[in-house]
């Protein structure tokens, strides 16, 4: 596999920070990255209503214009086979409950059990927490991740970019998930 992914695979998970995942969608396909699939976890759905007022349907119907959407039951996706897994995938909003089961190897939706495959491949696997404060068991969690291959990127503000709007701040981290993963797309100011 080269050092850029030619395909991925991205979930959305119950975390603050959902418009982060959405507009890494957004720039992934705007840039021909092949998304095979967009995988939403039912808490995903609640916090993209509570954060940002947008309802389930409308969240699918968003996501359906950047790839086929699956939700977190449908465990007979071809995502949920180790034979059919992308060259990486990100987890853009990370919640801590996806990133302990990954952690302790359960798989109890398709989000942990494409995450565990991709792993097991030894393919890359990006995990965006926007959690604070992390305590023991937080930090045990993402060490233990670590430990396996994955990268960590957590959601956190830049202020030497000189943001001026929200926006900025988002396309900030959805840039620093784009270098992770090999792309240097000019997203944000770069340290000289």
């Known amino acids: 596999m080269s050092c850029r992914p030619q ?7 119950g975390s603050s920070g ?15 990255i092949n998304i095979e699939g967009i995988i939403v ?8 209503e509570l954060e940002e007022g947008i309802r389930p349907k409308e969240l699918l119907g968003i996501l359906n214009d950047y790839g086929k959407v699956y939700k977190e039951h449908e465990l007979d996706s071809p995502l949920a086979s180790s034979s059919n897994q ?13 990133i302990a089961s990954i952690a302790y ?8 059990r494409a995450a565990l495959s991709i792993l097991r491949l030894g393919r890359k696997l990006v995990v965006v927490p ?15 991740i670590s430990l396996r291959g994955t990268l960590v990127v957590p959601m956190c503000m830049s202020f030497y970019i000189k943001p001026r709007s929200v926006d900025e701040l ?5 840039g620093k ?8 797309f000019d997203l944000y100011k770069r340290w000289k």
């Open 18 to 32: 959902i418009r982060v995942g959405i507009r890494f969608i957004e720039v992934a396909k705007s840039r021909g």
């Open 86 to 98: 992308p060259d990486a995938m990100i987890i853009i909003p990370a919640s801590m409950k996806t």
């Open 130 to 144: 926007r959690e604070t404060p992390l305590g023991p068991t937080e930090l045990e969690a993402l060490y233990m």
């Open 177 to 184: 998930v784009f270098d992770v993963i090999g792309y240097k």
């Open 41 to 48: 976890s039912n808490a995903a759905f609640r916090v993209a």
């Open 105 to 112: 190897g359960i798989q109890e939706n398709l989000v942990t």
């Open 170 to 174: 988002v396309d900030f981290v959805v």
């Open 7 to 13: 395909s991925i695979s991205i979930a959305l998970t």
